[in-house]
């Protein structure tokens, strides 16, 4: 992907605020034609700029009340027979749909997850069920969401 330009980053913000915009609309706010900005888009998109569209739902309309970042310690790897203890979490992380995000972090703990689920019962099942009887995991610490102050997931381009 060659370097993205003043009008494609326009195009980027534009799609960010709305994934569903015309390419017509887009080219009114860019100054370009629609066919200029679809042949831009097509480039972004098979360049992996644009990786793909998604609709963002809204957590509460659809009774998932509760958000909780969770930091979680794996236990270390010892011996080269064992698997790696990082790569068995990864795999597992991928099957638990209550995850919505996760990163490797730095620092004292191994990962960090967004975890969005009903209500604490819920929280308190997938903690006891899932993520604490993982083989891998030594330690978990929680901190629950209680007011979102910005949450977008637009990039400053």
């Not at 605020?17 to 609309?25: F, N, V, W």
């Not at 969401?145 to 949450?151: A, N």
Request: charge should be positive; include cysteine.
């Amino acid at each position: 992907m060659q370097a993205l330009d003043k009008l494609d980053r326009h195009i980027l913000r534009s799609l960010q605020a709305d994934g569903r915009a015309t390419y017509e609309q887009i080219a009114q706010a860019v100054g370009l034609s629609a066919s200029a900005v679809l042949r831009r888009v097509k480039r972004l998109e098979e360049g992996g700029v644009i990786y793909r569209y998604v609709a963002l739902v809204q957590p509460e309309a659809v009774g998932l009340g509760l958000t909780a970042y969770v930091n979680v310690r794996l236990e270390k790897h010892s011996g080269a027979a064992k698997r790696n203890p990082m790569d068995g979490f990864r795999a597992s992380v991928l099957g638990w749909p209550e995850v919505v995000e996760c990163a490797a972090l730095t620092g004292e703990m191994d990962f960090q997850l967004r975890l969005v689920v009903a209500d604490m019962a819920a929280y308190s099942r997938f903690m006891m069920d899932t993520l604490l009887k993982h083989p891998s995991v030594q330690d978990c610490k929680t901190s629950f969401v209680m007011d979102r102050v910005k949450s977008t997931t637009a990039l400053p381009v």
